[in-house]
């Protein structure tokens, strides 16, 4: 007869194991707005954890280059106490594999981390996920599956409480992924030029296809701000709103380097207005052209023209269509540009109007200075051409 207490352990096909619960561990954890529509608002509740159950399955985001670490939430029933320790083993895509390694499947938590690294690309992942028992055990459900967002680095959300477009919703989590996934590069500069590349002009006037609450083109609002601009993207938007939702995707993704967003002017004063100034515009939000004087009685105005003009004639409202189809010229009293610095490298991305390396080109984007005064129907007569700015040579 043999010794009980030396007997090897017996597998147990009695056994059955419930998978009720995944926690995602390196989630991000930041997500909100899973359960409703919140529009573009930085709103919603916090995406609910753990992220998998049977009753429901919530995407997730997490870092390019991380091991992705889960929390089981196991339940078993039948077998016996001498029954072999039970491993567990969940099988995903591009090499993702969880094993258990010999740890007995017991009521309570189960922690495992994948055997392979998440690829080093931003894109959306459909982590369909394969799970089985050894020893003869079964398990179930067989088979699970959460979208993850894999982003570049941690999102970034430290001025939810100024800028509109910072914080995290699937929503914008989505729409980031969208756009600059197919760019298919890990180079920040080259992704901030790819998104840029989707505003090739800027607008100064409004769209009556963008709704209202949106305030376009310049996405001054409280629904988000300028994330609604990739809805209307044919509609494009001023060169400060293009700068914001570039910088918002780039938070969004925790892609590195450092943003500014910076406004570039000429002044009349200032050496006949050939002169680059510039100025970081949440800094000083005052920043800018600003100049007004009185001529025989009447208020003229400094303003950068971005199409060629003449003295004396007066034209219609910024970038109104004309009778031949082409727009009036548009005043300005700025471009806006987003400074990006990363691995030595600063450049400027000037919101709809091209790619500098420093900030002095930039004022080329305009074709001159004017001083101007009002004409109907907000209309304005040249009074007097300032300057006129030859190509920028600065442009990429």
Same mark, same amino acid.
């Given at each position: ?15 059955s ?7 995602? *561990? ?7 707005g #899973? ?11 916090? #995406?609910?954890r753990?992220?998998?159950t049977p ?7 997490i ?8 929390r ?6 039948g ?12 099988? @995903? ?6 094993e ?9 938590p ?6 392979r ?10 982590l369909?996920?394969?799970?089985s ?24 959300t430290? $001025?939810?409480d100024?800028w509109?477009?910072d914080?995290?919703t699937?929503?914008r989590?989505?729409?980031?992924v969208?756009?600059?996934?197919p ?16 505003f ?8 009556p296809?963008?709704? $209202?609450?949106?305030?376009h083109?310049t ?19 001023? #060169?400060?709103?293009?700068? $914001? ?14 943003t500014?967003?910076?406004v *570039? ?29 009185v ?27 004309m009778s ?5 010229? @548009? ?10 610095a ?10 709809g ?16 200075l004017?001083?101007?005064s ?6 304005? $007569? ?15």
């Open positions: 007869m043999a010794d009980p207490t030396t007997e090897t352990p017996q597998p147990d096909a009695a056994r194991i419930a998978l009720n619960s995944i926690e995602f *561990v390196s989630d991000h954890g930041l997500l909100k #899973c359960s409703g529509e919140t529009g573009w608002k930085n709103a919603g509740d916090p #995406c609910p753990p992220e998998w009753e429901r399955a919530v995407p997730l985001s870092s390019m280059g991380r091991s992705v670490v889960i089981l939430g196991l339940s078993s029933s077998g016996s106490p001498g029954a072999a320790p039970v491993e567990i083993r969940g099988v @995903g895509p591009a090499g993702i594999t969880f258990s390694r010999g740890a007995a499947a017991a009521p309570g189960l922690e495992l981390s994948s055997a690294k998440i690829e080093r690309r931003i894109q959306k992942l459909n369909n996920l394969s799970w028992a050894g020893g003869g055990a079964t398990l179930s459900p067989g088979r699970t599956s959460n979208v993850v967002y894999v982003t570049m680095g941690r999102p970034q430290d $001025r939810q100024t509109q477009e914080g995290v699937l929503k989590m989505d729409r980031a969208s756009w600059i996934a760019l298919n590069t890990l180079d920040p500069h080259a992704i901030v030029e790819g998104v840029m590349a989707r090739p002009t800027y607008t100064l006037l409004p769209s296809r963008v709704p $209202r609450e949106y305030h083109p996405y001054l609002n409280d629904q988000g701000g300028a994330w609604a601009m990739t809805d209307y993207v044919e509609e494009t938007g001023e #060169c400060q709103a293009i700068v $914001r939702l570039l910088r918002g995707m780039l938070r969004q993704l925790g892609i590195p380097g450092r500014r967003m910076i *570039v002017w000429g002044d009349p004063n200032v050496d006949g207005g050939r002169r680059t100034l510039s100025a970081d515009l949440e800094q000083q939000p005052w920043a800018g052209l600003d100049v007004v004087k001529e025989g009685g009447r208020v003229w105005r400094a303003a950068l023209i971005d199409g060629p003009v003449e003295e004396g004639r007066t034209y219609p409202a910024s970038h109104t269509r031949d189809g082409t727009l009036s010229p @548009g005043l300005n009293r700025y471009e806006a540009c987003l400074e990006f990363h691995g030595g490298v600063t450049r400027y991305y000037a919101g109007a091209g790619v500098f390396d420093s900030v002095e080109p930039i004022l080329g984007v305009f074709w001159g004017i001083w101007f009002s004409a109907p129907n907000d209309g304005f $007569r040249v009074e007097k051409i300032v300057a006129t700015y030859g190509p920028s040579g600065g442009g990429r």
